[in-house]
C-alpha cells in the first residue's frame, strides 16, 4: 500500500470522527458548572413561618463545602443547624427554630458535578423585612483569585509536561535514526514526566483551597481527603502513577531496544493518561459523557503527537539527520502531522459548533469571531504543512541539496510553531468569552441586562441588574475607588429601589456581601419603568455615601 494511500485513509478516519463528534453532541452547549435553579424559600418572599429547613435546587448534583453554606438572621447570628446536605440537585440547610423577625441572608459554596465550585447567596424575610446582617457576619464564598490563576498556570505546565513527554518518546520509540545519539530527546521526554508530576501534585492540593474558597495555604488534611476521595482526586491519583510507569519505561525506548511489549505497555499507559484531564473536568459532566471523555482525550492526544513531534523535529532531527533518514522520516511524520492537525481541527470545530449555532451568532459575536479567527490560522497550518510535503515529496535530499531542503523544511515547520503560539493565545481568549449561543440567547429575551455606573467623591458603584425586566431580578453591586479601576472595602450596603412615576415608594433590596468589594441581592420588581435605585455604601465610621442609579425595566 503506498504511503499517499494510507495518508489519505488516515485523514477520512480522522475526517469521520470528526462528523461524528458534530452530529452525536447535544444540540445545545453542555453545561460547564452547575447553575441555581430555585429554592424553598424563595428569594425576597416574605414567609409567616419560619422553616426548619431551606432547599436550593440546581441543574446538577453538587457536593457542599464544609462551613461555606450559612443562614444568617437579622441580628448577624449564624441560625443554620448541623451540617447541609446534597440530595442529588437539593442541597438541603437545616435551620434552628426560634429565630427573630426579619431578613436572613443565605450563603452557600458547592462543587458541581465537573469539580469546579460555584458560590452565591440569596435573601428571605420571616414576618418582615428588615435590615441585613453586615458583611463582617456573612461568609466569604468567593474564589481566591492567586488561587484560581495559579490553578490555570498548573494545568498549562501539565499540558507542556505531556508535550515534552510524548513527542519525544513516540519520535525514539519509530523514527529516531539508531545512529544518532538519544540524549537529547531523553532529556525532553524525563523533563516532561517531571513536568506532569509537578502539575498533578500541584493541582491535587490548588484544588484543597480552590474548593473552600480559602488562600493559597488554606489547605488542610480535612480538606485533602475530601478531595482524594473524589473523582478528581482518582484521576490525578491515577495520572501520577501513569507518569512514573512511563518514565520507568523510557529506559529502553532510550536506548532503542523497545520491544513489542513496551510498546503495547506505552500506549495503554498514554490511554489512561490522556482519559484523566476530561474525566476531572468538564466532558465527564456533560449530557453525553462517553462521548465527550472520548473526543476531549484524542483531542489531547493529538496535540501532544503534534506539537511534541514539531518540537523534536526543530530541535534534533532537522539539525542531525542525514539526506537519506530526512527521505525517510519527512513522509511519514507528515502523515502523523496531518493526521493529528485533522483530529484537532474537528474536534475543536465541533464544539465550536456546538457553541456557536447559527450564522448570524458566527459572524456577530465576538466569541464566533474568534472561532473564525482560529480556523484560519489552522488553515495556515494546513498549508505550512502541505509546503513541508512538498519539499519531501518534489526534492529527494541529497548532498547537493540537502542544505536547501533543510532550510525549507526549517521554514515551514517554523511556522507551523509559530502559528501555534498564536492559536495558544487566541484559544486563552475563546475560554473566557461568553459562547455565541448565549449571547444570542440573551439578546432574544424581552429583557436585557442593565449596567449602570454611578460616582461619589468618595467611590465609584457599578450596578448589575438582570434580566432587567418584571418580576425576580438579581443584582450585583461592585464598589470601587473613584478612579473606577481598583476595588475599595466596604463595611455596609444597603439599597432601596423605587418607582416614582407609577406611585412605587421604596422598597428595600435585601443585599448580601460576598467580598468586601461585591454585594448581591434579589428583588422583585413589579411594573415597567425607569426605576430608582438608591445605593449606600459605609466605608467606615465617618465616610458614607449614597448614589442613585435609573435602571430602565422592560
Do not use: C
Request: hydrophobic share 50%; no cysteine; aromatic share 4%.
Amino acid at each position: 500500500m503506498s504511503t499517499s494511500t494510507t495518508r489519505r485513509r488516515s485523514v477520512l478516519a480522522a475526517f469521520l470522527l470528526g462528523m461524528l463528534s458534530v452530529f452525536a453532541l447535544p444540540a445545545g452547549p453542555a453545561s460547564a458548572h452547575a447553575t441555581l435553579v430555585g429554592s424553598t424559600p424563595t428569594a425576597d418572599v416574605v414567609v409567616d413561618a419560619l422553616p426548619g429547613e431551606v432547599v436550593i435546587t440546581f441543574t446538577e448534583a453538587v457536593r457542599p463545602v464544609a462551613d461555606k453554606i450559612r443562614v444568617i438572621a437579622p441580628d448577624g447570628a449564624r441560625l443554620d443547624s448541623g451540617k447541609a446536605v446534597a440530595r442529588g440537585v437539593e442541597l438541603v440547610i437545616p435551620v434552628r427554630s426560634g429565630g427573630p423577625r426579619g431578613t436572613y441572608l443565605v450563603s452557600y459554596r458547592v462543587v458541581s458535578a465537573d469539580n469546579h465550585p460555584i458560590s452565591g447567596g440569596f435573601a428571605f424575610s420571616f414576618g418582615e423585612v428588615s435590615a441585613t446582617a453586615t458583611s463582617d457576619a456573612v461568609a466569604d464564598v468567593q474564589t481566591d483569585p492567586f488561587v484560581k490563576h495559579t490553578m490555570s498556570a498548573a494545568r498549562w505546565l501539565g499540558f507542556a509536561g505531556l508535550i515534552l513527554l510524548v513527542g519525544p518518546a513516540l519520535v525514539l520509540l519509530t523514527l529516531w535514526p539508531a545512529r544518532l545519539p538519544t540524549a537529547g530527546p531523553a532529556k525532553l521526554a524525563v523533563a516532561g514526566g517531571i513536568l506532569l508530576a509537578v502539575s498533578g501534585l500541584l493541582e491535587l492540593y490548588l484544588q484543597i483551597p480552590y474548593t473552600s474558597g480559602s488562600g493559597l495555604l488554606g489547605g488542610t488534611v480535612e480538606g485533602a481527603v475530601e478531595v482524594l476521595g473524589t473523582a478528581y482526586g482518582a484521576a490525578h491519583l491515577v495520572r501520577l502513577a501513569v507518569v512514573v510507569a512511563a518514565v520507568l519505561l523510557l529506559r529502553p525506548v532510550v536506548g532503542l531496544r523497545a520491544g513489542k511489549l513496551d510498546q503495547a505497555l506505552l500506549i495503554l499507559l498514554g490511554v489512561v493518561g490522556a482519559a484523566t484531564w476530561p474525566l476531572s473536568g468538564h466532558p465527564s459532566a456533560s449530557p453525553v459523557p462517553a462521548l465527550t471523555v472520548v473526543a476531549d482525550a484524542a483531542h489531547l492526544a493529538a496535540m501532544a503527537v503534534w506539537v511534541g513531534g514539531l518540537v523534536v523535529l526543530v530541535g534534533f532531527l532537522l539539525r542531525r539527520a542525514d539526506e537519506r533518514e530526512l527521505g525517510v522520516i519527512m513522509p511519514v511524520w507528515s502523515g502523523w502531522a496531518l493526521l493529528a492537525v485533522t483530529v484537532l481541527v474537528l474536534a475543536g470545530t465541533a464544539q465550536a459548533l456546538v457553541e456557536v449555532g447559527t450564522l448570524s451568532a458566527l459572524t456577530g459575536t465576538p466569541y464566533g469571531q474568534l472561532v473564525i479567527v482560529k480556523v484560519g490560522l489552522f488553515a495556515i497550518i494546513l498549508a505550512a504543512a502541505a509546503y513541508a510535503r512538498n519539499v519531501t515529496n518534489r526534492q529527494t535530499p541529497d548532498e547537493g541539496n540537502l542544505a536547501e531542503v533543510r532550510r525549507r523544511l526549517r521554514v515551514g515547520v517554523l511556522v507551523e510553531v509559530g502559528v501555534v503560539v498564536l492559536i495558544l493565545g487566541v484559544t486563552s481568549v475563546l475560554v473566557q468569552t461568553t459562547p455565541a449561543r448565549s449571547v444570542e440567547a440573551s439578546a432574544a429575551q424581552p429583557g436585557r441586562p442593565v449596567e449602570v455606573k454611578v460616582s461619589s467623591s468618595l467611590f465609584q458603584v457599578v450596578v448589575d441588574v438582570a434580566p432587567a425586566k418584571t418580576g425576580i431580578n438579581t443584582v450585583h453591586l461592585y464598589a470601587l475607588k473613584p478612579d473606577g479601576r481598583t476595588p475599595i472595602r466596604v463595611v455596609e450596603w444597603k439599597a432601596t429601589v423605587a418607582l416614582p412615576a407609577k406611585g412605587i415608594e421604596l422598597i428595600t433590596v435585601p443585599v448580601l456581601a460576598l467580598t468586601p468589594d461585591h454585594a448581591t441581592g434579589q428583588i422583585q420588581l413589579p411594573a415597567a419603568g425607569i426605576w430608582d435605585m438608591r445605593v449606600t455604601l459605609r466605608l467606615d465610621d465617618i465616610n458614607q455615601a449614597t448614589v442613585t442609579a435609573k435602571i430602565p425595566v422592560g
